[in-house]
């Protein structure tokens, strides 16, 4: 895949929901993970989450949206359930993004509303578990954006291999013809 990510929440409240996010982060190769002005004890996160996460990606905690820090050309998506959202199939995610979730029993802030430069959402009823919104907006982003045959039309899996549609950066090494010696 192109490209890098990661993905934070804002005001998170508990510690279960962010280790089990975390986790799905490591999991799906995020590159970095955040928090803005989390309400929770950040040790026993570590202890709900059984990857190591935080052993192996950087994790940032800010204490507010000013102190947030993303890389340069990074955009800012935020993952909230409103009428103009982008619903998350029709999404196309950028090559170097942050995904930011709200708490678990509220909004992403007016603050990081005006901050992002997308909004999407999951097309659903109602809104569902942090950890679960995460995960489902990290694996949109693998199958949308990985090397992934077609989906066959019947049922089952693609019978023949990806064909991969990106040209090959390795260099082709060329060798001398050698002379043919008469005797």
Same mark, same amino acid.
């Given at each position: 895949?192109?490209?890098?990510?990661?993905?934070? =929440?804002?005001? @998170?409240?508990?510690? !279960?929901?962010?280790?089990?996010?975390?986790?799905?982060?490591?999991?799906?190769?995020?590159?970095?993970?955040?928090?803005?002005?989390?309400?929770? *004890?950040?040790?026993?996160?570590?202890?709900? +989450?059984?990857?190591?996460?935080? +052993?192996?990606?950087?994790?940032?905690?800010?204490?507010?949206?000013?102190?947030? !820090?993303?890389?340069?050309?990074?955009?800012? =998506?935020?993952?909230?359930?409103?009428? *103009?959202?982008? !619903?998350?199939?029709?999404?196309?995610?950028?090559?170097?993004?942050?995904?930011?979730?709200?708490?678990?029993?509220?909004?992403?802030?007016?603050? &990081?509303?005006?901050?992002?430069?997308?909004?999407?959402? @999951?097309?659903?009823?109602?809104?569902?578990?942090?950890? &679960?919104?995460?995960? @489902?907006?990290?694996?949109?982003?693998?199958?949308?954006?990985?090397?992934?045959? *077609?989906?066959? &039309?019947?049922?089952?899996?693609?019978? !023949?291999?990806?064909?991969?549609?990106?040209?090959?950066?390795?260099?082709?090494?060329?060798?001398?013809?050698?002379?043919? &010696?008469?005797?």
């Amino acid at each position: 895949m192109r490209g890098y990510f990661g993905i934070g =929440v804002e005001g @998170i409240t508990k510690e !279960e929901n962010l280790g089990n996010l975390v986790r799905s982060a490591h999991s799906f190769g995020a590159s970095f993970f955040f928090v803005i002005r989390p309400e929770l *004890d950040m040790h026993k996160v570590r202890s709900s +989450d059984t990857s190591g996460a935080f +052993d192996h990606m950087p994790f940032h905690i800010w204490d507010s949206l000013d102190d947030m !820090e993303l890389p340069q050309g990074c955009q800012l =998506v935020g993952v909230e359930f409103t009428e *103009d959202s982008i !619903e998350l199939p029709s999404f196309r995610h950028p090559v170097r993004a942050a995904y930011i979730l709200g708490p678990e029993m509220g909004d992403l802030s007016p603050e &990081v509303m005006k901050k992002v430069d997308h909004v999407i959402k @999951i097309p659903m009823k109602f809104c569902i578990n942090v950890g &679960v919104a995460g995960a @489902i907006t990290m694996y949109d982003r693998l199958i949308s954006m990985g090397k992934f045959a *077609d989906r066959p &039309v019947k049922a089952g899996g693609p019978k !023949e291999q990806p064909v991969l549609t990106s040209p090959s950066h390795r260099r082709k090494i060329r060798t001398p013809k050698l002379k043919k &010696v008469e005797k």
